[in-house]
């Protein structure tokens, strides 16, 4: 069966530090990889994707992530993080098509001045 | 992309009462999907409800207490029966694009749902 572990809870930098959201994934075929950020009070919004091809996978809000087969991981980054990105972020992953989506328990972002 | 409307964003209901949340999405698509994330969880998938078939639930999920319609290819409500404290969540619909890479899952700003 498919799974996804984050294994941070909470994490809080300082505004304009850089920020790793750790995301790893167990599942028997290739994976269909997913980053989404909920906002307090909203739904959730796709950050970035990845299917296939490059490795590094660049997403909106200048987050990018860094697809590793042999650590079967998919650690979400930033290099300047902004007050704007406090919310909660979760890792998905799925097979192709229209088929369910298996989510991390998230990691809540809190940025400081 | 989709766009997807869910109805209400959020209600406080009494325990014992039912609540029906509507999903209405701007096209026409064959799967959607209601989650449910708890306070500080995750997303758990309750159920997969196709057009013109009864909905698919996952383990832990039961037709009698989320039963769910799919009267056409862009409309579903999820109705919470019996409502209890425990059943205080976000409830979320969902949908799945297809086409190859450019598949993404698409969410509803979900409904925040508070039994007392």
């Known amino acids: ?13 300082s505004e304009g530090a850089s920020l790793e959201l750790r ?3 167990s599942y028997g075929a290739t994976p269909y990889l997913f980053w989404y950020v909920q906002s307090p009070g909203q739904g959730l919004q796709l950050l970035l994707k990845y299917f296939s091809g490059d490795t ?10 860094e697809f590793k087969r042999s650590q079967s991981s998919f650690n979400l980054r930033k290099p300047s993080v902004h007050w704007s990105d406090a919310a909660e972020y979760f890792c998905a992953v799925g097979p192709f098509g229209n088929e369910k989506l298996t989510f991390g328990t998230g990691t809540r972002l809190t940025i400081i001045p | 992309s989709a766009v997807i409307s869910q109805k209400p964003s959020r209600d406080i209901c009494q325990r014992g009462t039912s609540l029906t ?14 989650y449910r994330q708890q306070p ?50 976000i409830y979320l619909c969902s949908v799945e694009g297809t086409g190859g890479e450019n598949t993404e899952a698409f969410f509803g700003q979900g409904t925040r749902l508070t039994v007392v």
């Open chain 1, 1 to 13: 069966a498919q799974s996804v572990t984050q294994p941070d809870i909470h994490i809080t930098v």
């Open chain 1, 23 to 25: 995301c790893n994934y």
């Open chain 1, 56 to 65: 590094l996978v660049q997403g909106i809000k200048g987050f990018e992530a």
């Open chain 2, 21 to 34: 949340i509507q999903c209405q999405v701007d096209s026409q698509v064959t799967m959607m999907f209601w």
């Open chain 2, 40 to 89: 500080g969880q995750s997303l758990t998938l309750i159920a997969t409800a196709n057009q013109g078939s009864e909905a698919t639930y996952e383990s832990g999920f039961v037709i009698d207490k989320f039963p769910i319609s799919r009267p056409n290819l862009t409309f579903s409500t999820l109705t919470v029966s019996n409502m209890s404290p425990e059943d205080s969540s």
